[in-house]
Nanobody, 115 residues
Framework: QVQLVESGGGLVQPGGSLRLSCAAS????????MRWYRQAPGKERELVAT????????TYTDSVQGRFTISRDNAKNTVYLQMNSLKTEDTAVYYC????????WGQGTQVTVSS
């Protein structure tokens, strides 16, 4: 069965960095585009970044453009989100996502940006 397991969240000060990982299993990872979403308290879940199956094409929501980088390692079945220059408004639970016939989500990893 499809599994997505996020890791790498934590507490960081404003201006700091974190690298999130999402380990995928149960499907042919290299054939699918992947996404990162986030959900802040009291807000709707929002799309943060996408990456094509081969990693050549990436997109970002405006608020993270230039600060976050999505990447993938198809040999390790893992997608990453490098987050730099973090702001308090980046505080959220971050989720990994893949769409095959159905949509699959990971369990999420908490990122808290606070001084």
């Amino acid at each position: 069965q499809v599994q997505l397991v996020e890791s790498g969240g934590g507490l960081v000060q404003p201006g700091g960095s974190l690298r999130l990982s999402c380990a995928a299993s149960g499907f042919t990872f290299r054939n699918y585009g992947m996404r990162w979403y986030r959900q802040a308290p009291g807000k709707e879940r929002e799309l943060v970044a996408t990456i094509s199956s081969g990693g050549e094409v990436t997109t970002y929501t405006d608020s993270v453009q230039g600060r976050f980088t999505i990447s993938r390692d198809n040999a390790k079945n893992t997608v990453y989100l490098q987050m730099n220059s973090l702001k308090t408004e980046d505080t959220a639970v971050y989720y990994c996502y893949v769409r095959r016939v159905s949509v699959y989500w990971g369990q999420g990893t908490q990122v808290t940006v606070s001084s």
